[in-house]
């Protein structure tokens, strides 16, 4: 197994994001006249006539597969405040979506495809980049075949529910040639990556602690998530993940083991598959320990990081919108901006200028490698050794301080 770090690179479009936190003497600083792959503040015509010079004019299309909840709510809609990508086909295997979206998006009929003429996307040059929004287990299966079909893929988290379907995709995606990413918006957002910086960069001094948590009531709006073949887990995959991924950008580490425990189960009948939540903990290899705690049965939304001379913290962190950050001199002056909209334009500027995604298939996949040695640890009681697990890290926030 490969153990050295893959630092990715970041530089690009859109704009810088490091409006400093301020305490109540300091001054925000925005620093607003760079174009960086990070956010923005200013008019939206004028971005998008920047972002649309800096790509020769040229956008990106997109095909969402899956038009469920997520696609609907949040990425179609982000799709109009992109630059560099837009909405361009749709993958369904639901005749009344398409002629929905069809209408609502405008989008022509070569460009709507179902889940088994989907592989003929591979003659359509109006799309670029496939986004697969499907429930968990089906991600592997369109991720490969998009690859196959020789897009450029960004697929949902969690990437997949195993490490093995993860290491197939990559290897399909090489293959290909094309470029994989996983739709790890908060990398693209504010609040945290300053979390990231502040951590990465020891502001504070040596992160000693870091408290990580993720919960919300799960409804049977989407039951799939509540079946162990669709989901693969039940909130550790879903939004546990993003405690894994909070805590692990915070600190610039990867974890060396894990220990975990089961929630009890208080709806047998809700949780005959998957669990109803799981506290558990990452040890860094400085020995800094990530106490973490996700659930279907309980509301919490937290990072909070505490280091030798001062503290750094978001609640609400992980939601799309209305994030909120303290540290220990004060608020964090910073925006809340579309996660979703920057995210997609930071890879289409990646395919565009041939760089690096900060959020790789391999990203995906150390993160599932996490949730695997955390159920493993659940299960027998025992500590998990992750030693051997992909080492990779967004280090992005740091190196642009
Ligand atoms: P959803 O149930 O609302 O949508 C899933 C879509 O897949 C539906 O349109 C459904 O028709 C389609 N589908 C195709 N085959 C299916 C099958 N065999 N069984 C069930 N549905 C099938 O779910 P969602 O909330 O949109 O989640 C989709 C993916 O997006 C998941 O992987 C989830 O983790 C991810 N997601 C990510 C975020 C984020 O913030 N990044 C937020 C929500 C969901």
């Given at each position: 197994?490969?153990?050295?770090?893959?630092?990715?690179?970041?530089?690009?479009?859109?704009?810088?994001?490091?409006?400093?936190?301020?305490?109540?003497?300091?001054?925000?600083?925005?620093?607003?006249?760079?174009?960086?792959?990070?956010?923005?503040?200013?008019?939206?015509?004028?971005?998008?006539?920047?972002?649309?010079?800096?790509?020769?004019?040229?956008?990106?299309?997109?095909?969402?597969?899956?038009?469920?909840?997520?696609?609907?709510?949040?990425?179609?809609?982000?799709?109009?405040?992109?630059?560099?990508?837009?909405?361009?086909?749709?993958?369904?295997g639901t005749?009344?979506?398409?002629?929905?979206?069809?209408?609502?998006?405008?989008?022509?009929?070569?460009?709507?495809?179902?889940?088994?003429?989907?592989?003929?996307?591979?003659?359509?040059?109006?799309?670029?980049?496939?986004?697969?929004?499907?429930?968990?287990?089906l991600h592997a299966e369109y991720v490969i075949r998009a690859a196959q079909a020789g897009k450029h893929v960004i697929c949902e988290k969690p990437m997949?529910?195993?490490?093995?379907?993860?290491?197939?995709?990559?290897?399909?995606?090489?293959?290909?040639?094309?470029?994989?990413?996983?739709?790890?918006?908060?990398?693209?957002?504010?609040?945290?990556?300053?979390?990231?910086?502040?951590?990465?960069?020891?502001?504070?001094?040596?992160?000693?602690?870091?408290?990580?948590?993720?919960?919300?009531?799960?409804?049977?709006?989407?039951?799939?998530?509540?079946?162990?073949?669709?989901?693969g887990g039940g909130p550790l995959p879903d939004v546990g993940v993003y405690c894994i991924q909070g805590a692990i950008y915070t600190k610039g580490q990867v974890p060396v083991s894990v220990t975990a425990k089961f929630h009890p189960i208080t709806d047998k009948e809700k949780f005959s598959e998957v669990e109803e939540g799981v506290d558990f903990q990452m040890e860094f290899p400085d020995g800094t320990v990530a106490a973490c705690k996700t659930s279907y049965n309980d509301k919490y939304n937290i990072l909070r990081a505490e280091a030798a001379s001062g503290w750094f913290a978001l609640e609400p962190a992980y939601q799309y919108d209305g994030l909120k950050g303290t540290t220990s001199k004060g608020e964090m002056k910073l925006e809340n901006l579309n996660q979703q909209a920057r995210q997609m334009d930071a890879f289409a500027d990646c395919i565009l200028n041939n760089q690096e995604t900060t959020v790789p298939g391999e990203m995906g996949m150390r993160d599932v490698q996490l949730i695997e040695a955390i159920y493993r640890a659940a299960q027998t009681g025992n500590r998990v050794s992750t030693k051997d697990i992909i080492q990779v890290l967004d280090k992005t926030a740091a190196e642009q301080a």
């Open positions: 197994m490969n153990t050295t770090p893959i630092y990715v690179p970041d530089r690009r479009l859109v704009r810088r994001d490091f409006i400093r936190y301020a305490s109540a003497s300091a001054l925000v600083l925005p620093a607003m006249s760079l174009l960086t792959s990070c956010g923005g503040g200013e008019s939206q015509s004028s971005e998008k006539k920047e972002a649309a010079d800096a790509s020769g004019g040229r956008t990106l299309g997109i095909a969402l597969v899956g038009l469920g909840k997520y696609s609907e709510g949040e990425l179609a809609p982000a799709l109009k405040e992109t630059k560099l990508c837009r909405l361009a086909g749709i993958v369904t005749p009344e979506k398409a002629e929905k979206w069809k209408k609502e998006y405008n989008i022509p009929d070569k460009n709507i495809y179902n889940y088994q003429t989907f592989d003929r996307i591979a003659d359509n040059p109006d799309i670029d980049i496939v986004y697969v929004v499907l429930p968990n287990a997949a529910t195993n490490a093995a379907d993860c290491q197939k995709m990559i290897d399909a995606c090489r293959k290909a040639g094309k470029k994989l990413s996983i739709g790890y918006r908060l990398h693209f957002e504010p609040f945290n990556r300053e979390m990231m910086r502040l951590g990465q960069t020891q502001e504070f001094g040596k992160v000693n602690r870091i408290i990580a948590q993720n919960g919300q009531k799960q409804g049977m709006d989407t039951p799939w998530r509540l079946g162990k073949g669709l989901s």
